[in-house]
């Protein structure tokens, strides 16, 4: 409910009331005539979420108006005229409770706050239908008596502030706790409106940075590449981009056997009745007649694409030929699952017939072919007489019965079409349902039923479900869920870097043709000259910085919380900044010398875009992190306080589920810390509209106090830079508009004054620190003891980072050589003929180059796919590798013989299948000579070494023989 239709509402119930007033004499006609219309029409409650006459330890309450499990307030109802009021004012009005204009009231109001007291219950009302006392019933560290109400004295006073009243009771506004900011307001003053902010820069001093010619002209160029990067008019590059990893390929492997299964069982091919037996047995066991198979993994991990991709490709294209893929995007759908269902419905239909008939509809002889059955019954039975008297007007007769068969029956309709797939052409049902992940849970149970009734009609019926972590772990608690069946399959998010490789790579090959678009010509200083022809030539300047550089596609995955999409955008931002001055970039790259930009000038890049500072608002991904409420007295310091608490939970446990704080949790702890609750609440607010903080359902993305909230990549990288990066720290400085003008004036005079940059830079950063821990004390009080450590150590941390540096932005920038010591790797692939591989790193969430040259200087033997290693990691010109390899995990890795069950020429690795333990094991070609790669087919039989990891994922670690 929105709040104008709140107030149409509204304005209905009381003119209603006013023609009947007189027929409203007791208490229960004030509450059903007008008090439960009120709450139910006008505020958006249900009846379900009413309970009356509900007991308490000092009575019966009237009303208790609950949001699920959240007591939201109680109402206490009286006799049309019973509540009079001492004054003749017909407006809103605030009433101190133990005042003179409510004595006549005390004792309703006593009565309605001791029903919440003891539950901690928020807000209590008192209403005779007509006057209507809106109060807190308990107030921190003050007696509620010496508080003032909210007082509507009639029908009309609501009507003129419907948006406060709206505020204060309505449903919406309940799971905001806008009453908090409301009675703040009122009570402590705590809110300050229209507080004066001023930035030491301010918007009319940030300009655009004027560009050259050509640096117009190439933004134009790279928008146009990043724009094919997104793969949006190429689907082909979707598919040859997708980033392959362990999971994805045992998944895409695992996929393909149920999908080959399910189509055994329908139409199973005549073999001896041994083999036949066994293949019965083995598919009932594992009930490959219809499968569920959730597709799980984090936002950004590629799950439709994995599965757009394993259609396209991983499937043979005779077993392609035999599948009927139905797509149901839930995002397309109404959030209500009432109106949610025939619209699937629909929309499989569509889908389903466009792929079956002709014409993408179906004609008579179709139509009469889905209802050939009861074609022959009626011909024979009920009907029978007409259709040997009149054949003609007998298929009229039976054509009305389809019509409202199909029309009136569309569920029928769309299970008929199903069993037309699987019964008479032998073809497999494949229903996609993907993006549930953004509705409620209850929402995604009827989805799931609704599936899994169409799967159930037909038996042969494979439904995939992508999902993402947080929201299958959910689903997988519900009773619905235990019902039935199911697989999962997880995909990791891919390393920022390696989406970024596979895409230029794509790009550079389909630019090779050197076709002239453009001809302009620039002239870019010692005699160089540029044609902007070729979209290739720039490709190496994006990998360089993209790629061969792990800090950038890092600093861009995290802040776009790897949404590929977001990641492109920032790139660009980066690529065409007036800070990198892209005239110098493609002098560097025609010179042969490319000019690789310092960490300090990418993060300017990514902070200014064409602007001479950071503008707040101008780039989403990027969150002012020290900047307060303009409506609220809050710290500086508030949102790094936040994330600080969160990011010990993260740190703290490997278990996804207890990364989640719950909301009260977070404000029973800051409120010890004597920060206000409407303060803490709109700071979370915030940090959850700009994506640093993430709510545990993904359905709930306002704020609301019963969420349970965790960090999110953006929210630690913003963390990291709001405490240790100069560049970010300095720009905050010189743009954040904060409270004290003084202090945003001396900013501003430092920056401007005569010198040395660097030594400006430092005493901006200086002037802002003591700005921010000055107000920080103002505002917060940290306790003594070990749970609120962290949260001390904040300031100190600021004071000893930017009070006294002396060292400039770029020296404190300046990326150690060593990017990890220590840490543990996974053989991924190493080819010793090629004498090189990769290592997948887990705590630096990337890839690294290993040489053979390392593996010898290491002196630690041979290295076989799959191997546990502890090695030091460094940066060099083109990316990060491994440098040196301290221990190898040589666990036992036992030897057997298997059946190569699967092979996968065009990407270069197979599957075999170990009889003896039952599973299948991935495998590189590479473990095979040149003569072995040629020889190499599905049945073929060889003796493997078998590695599995700590997940159960068998990989051949080498091939015996």
């Not at 009861?374 to 003609?392: F, N, P, V």
């Not at 550089?549 to 790897?562: M, P």
Request: proline share 3%; with cysteine; aromatic share 10%.
């Amino acid at each position: 409910m929105t709040l104008d239709e709140g107030y149409e509402a509204a304005v209905a119930v009381f003119k209603e009331a006013a023609d009947r007033l007189q027929q409203i004499r007791s208490e229960e006609d004030a509450k059903v005539q007008i008090i439960t219309r009120i709450l139910t029409e006008a505020l958006g409650w249900r009846h379900a979420d009413i309970a009356c006459e509900t007991h308490h330890e000092n009575g019966f309450s009237d009303y208790l108006v609950s949001d699920g499990e959240r007591k939201a307030f109680v109402v206490e109802a009286k006799r049309l005229g019973e509540i009079v009021l001492k004054t003749s004012s017909k407006s809103k009005g605030y009433y101190k409770l133990s005042g003179p204009v409510l004595k006549h009231a005390h004792e309703g109001i006593a009565q309605a706050a001791s029903y919440c007291q003891p539950y901690g219950i928020p807000v209590s009302v008192l209403t005779d239908g007509i006057n209507w006392v809106i109060f807190r019933p308990w107030v921190s560290q003050a007696y509620y008596m010496d508080k003032q109400a909210i007082v509507f004295p009639g029908h009309n006073s609501i009507i003129e502030d419907f948006s406060l009243f709206y505020e204060l009771l309505s449903k919406e506004d309940c799971r905001r706790s806008t009453y908090q900011v409301v009675f703040d307001r009122i009570h402590e003053n705590r809110l300050v409106l229209d507080q004066a902010l001023t930035s030491p820069i301010s918007s009319s001093e940030n300009g655009i940075v004027q560009k050259s010619s050509l640096a117009f002209d190439l933004e134009q160029v790279f928008s146009n590449f990043f724009a094919g990067l997104t793969g949006d008019d190429d689907p082909d590059m979707i598919i040859d981009c997708f980033v392959e990893t362990r999971e994805s390929r045992v998944a895409d492997f695992s996929l393909d056997r149920i999908t080959r299964n399910v189509l055994g069982n329908i139409s199973p091919r005549e073999k001896d009745v041994g083999d036949g037996l066994q293949t019965i047995v083995r598919d009932t066991v594992a009930g490959e007649v219809g499968q569920t198979v959730f597709i799980v993994g984090p936002s950004g991990a590629g799950k439709s694409t994995f599965l757009h991709r394993f259609f396209a490709r991983t499937l043979s294209a005779d077993v392609r030929e035999r599948c009927v893929v139905i797509k149901v995007d839930a995002l397309d759908a109404s959030g209500d699952a009432i109106v949610a269902l025939p619209w699937m419905t629909e929309r499989a239909i569509k889908s389903i017939e466009e792929q079956l008939f002709t014409n993408g509809y179906p004609v008579w002889n179709d139509l009469q072919a889905l209802y050939h059955l009861e074609y022959k019954q009626r011909s024979e039975g009920i009907d029978a007489h007409l259709y040997q008297r009149d054949k003609d007007g007998f298929k009229q007769k039976f054509a009305g019965y389809v019509e409202a068969q199909v029309a009136g029956d569309r569920e029928g309709y769309l299970k008929r079409l199903l069993s037309n797939i699987v019964k008479n052409r032998k073809k497999l049902p494949i229903f996609v349902i993907d993006n549930t992940d953004e509705f409620s849970l209850d929402y995604k149970i009827v989805v799931f039923q609704f599936f899994q009734s169409l799967r159930r009609s037909v038996d042969h019926c494979l439904l995939l479900f992508p999902a993402t972590d947080r929201s299958a772990w959910t689903f997988s608690k519900t009773d619905i869920f235990n019902i039935y069946s199911s697989r999962s399959f997880f995909l990791p998010t891919p390393s920022p870097r390696e989406m970024f490789r596979k895409r230029i790579d794509y790009l550079k090959g389909k630019l090779n043709s050197g076709t002239e678009s453009r001809r302009s010509e620039y002239l870019l200083g010692k005699g160089i000259k540029v044609k902007i022809n070729d979209l290739s030539a720039f490709a190496e300047v994006i990998e360089n910085i993209f790629v061969d550089q792990d800090y950038a596609a890092k600093q861009v995955g995290e802040l776009s919380n790897y949404n590929m999409r977001k990641s492109l955008g920032l790139s660009k931002r980066v690529i065409t900044s007036s800070v990198l001055k892209v005239d110098d970039l493609v002098r560097s790259y025609l010179t042969g010398e490319i000019a690789t930009p310092t960490p300090e000038r990418f993060m300017n890049a990514i902070l200014k875009g064409d602007y001479e500072f950071y503008k707040p608002g101008d780039e989403p991904l990027v969150f002012p992190i020290y900047q307060v409420d303009s409506t609220i007295k809050q710290s500086p310091l508030i949102n790094i306080r936040l994330l600080v608490y969160l990011h010990d939970l993260f740190r703290g446990t490997s278990d996804d589920a207890e990364r989640y704080a719950s909301v009260s949790s977070l404000l029973a702890y800051f409120d010890v810390m004597s920060i206000s609750e409407v303060a803490a609440q709109k700071a979370i607010a915030a940090l959850l509209s700009s994506g640093l903080v993430q709510p545990y359902d993904l359905s709930k993305k306002e704020y609301s106090d019963d969420q349970r909230i965790a960090i999110t990549e953006s929210g630690l990288v913003h963390l990291e830079l709001s405490i240790y990066n100069p560049v970010f720290f300095e720009q905050m400085a010189l743009t954040t508009r904060i409270t004290n003008a003084d202090v945003a004036q001396q900013i501003k005079g430092a920056y401007l004054a005569k010198g040395i940059q660097s030594q400006r830079l430092e005493n901006v950063r200086a002037l802002f620190c003591n700005f921010l821990i000055s107000e920080d004390e103002q505002h917060c009080k940290i306790p003594d003891g070990p749970e609120f450590r962290a949260q001390a150590d904040i300031a100190s941390e600021l004071a000893r980072r930017w009070r006294a540096s002396s060292v400039s932005a770029n020296d404190m920038m300046q990326l150690p050589e060593i990017a990890a010591e220590g840490v543990r790797g996974i053989v991924e692939q190493f080819d010793l003929a090629r004498g090189f591989g990769f290592v997948d790193v887990p705590s630096l969430k990337d890839r690294a180059f290993l040489h053979i040259s390392t593996v010898e200087r290491s002196g630690v033997g041979d290295i076989y796919d799959g191997d546990d290693i502890i090695c030091d990691v460094t940066r060099n010109s083109k990316g990060i590798a491994v440098s040196n390899i301290t221990e190898v995990n040589r666990s036992e890795s036992p030897t057997y013989r298997g059946v190569v069950v699967k092979v996968l020429e065009e990407r270069g690795y197979g599957f075999v299948h170990i009889e003896e333990t039952g599973v299948d094991a991935f495998f590189h070609f590479h473990l095979l000579s040149p003569e072995e790669r040629s020889e190499l087919y599905e049945g073929l039989e060889m003796f493997v070494e078998v590695k599995t990891d700590k997940q159960g994922r068998s990989q051949v670690r080498r091939i015996i023989g």
